[in-house]
């Protein structure tokens, strides 16, 4: 499987938005940090499949991904951690060992895991360690969590083809780890973006990495985006 990518400039350059803004997805929460279980939306699940990726602030992981034709829901939480159950205000000291991630229910009818695996590497910069923009801390890290032994594959295959082609100036440094127990962040995270565009955060990094994602993508996106 080769990886879809065009050049060393179109690669990175989305990625690197979030290092445009002087503000930070943790700066940005000003909410109590109380702790849910359920995310509001539920939706039928059957014949879906699941891919686990941290690409940084989960915030924008999510807004991305949901634009995917394919896609059905995107939660945003945490993995990786030996903490159970932990809470946003423990993960973001970066002691909890846990990632900010999102659990991604997709059509493998209408969208390939190939195809989730380009849209995860154009839409961060997956040779910074543990940081994205201002976003710094192993809570930022670069991560897929597989959830089967095929995604654990095309993952491998995909990270050592873009080294090998060059596309990166820098070695890519995502980690590639068997999924781990998913914990749902707390409900004010979920669909964050959508709900406070105008939030200092959403307006400055997150909106302008959604345009750009949304003219590469152009071709995979559901109607309404």
Known sequence: ??????????????????????????QSDQKKNTKSTNKVKKADRSGMEVAIFGTGCFWCTEAVFETLDGVQEAESGYAGGAMANPTYEEVSTGLSGHAECTRIYYDPKVISYADMLEAFFRSHDPTSLNRQGNDVGPQ??????????????????????????????????????????????????????????????????IAPKLDKFRKVFKDKLKADQ
């Open 1 to 26: 499987m080769m990886m879809k990518l065009n050049s060393t400039i179109g690669l990175v350059t989305l990625g690197l938005l979030c290092s445009l803004a002087a503000i930070s997805c943790a």
């Open 140 to 205: 930022y890290r670069s991560v897929i969590f597989y959830t089967t032994s095929e995604q654990k594959r095309l993952a491998a295959q995909a990270i050592e083809e873009l080294n090998a082609s060059g596309a990166y100036p820098k070695p890519i440094v995502t980690q590639l780890q068997k999924a781990p127990t998913f914990y749902i962040a707390e409900d004010y995270h979920q669909d964050y973006f959508e709900k406070n565009p105008d939030q200092g955060y959403c307006a400055f990094v």
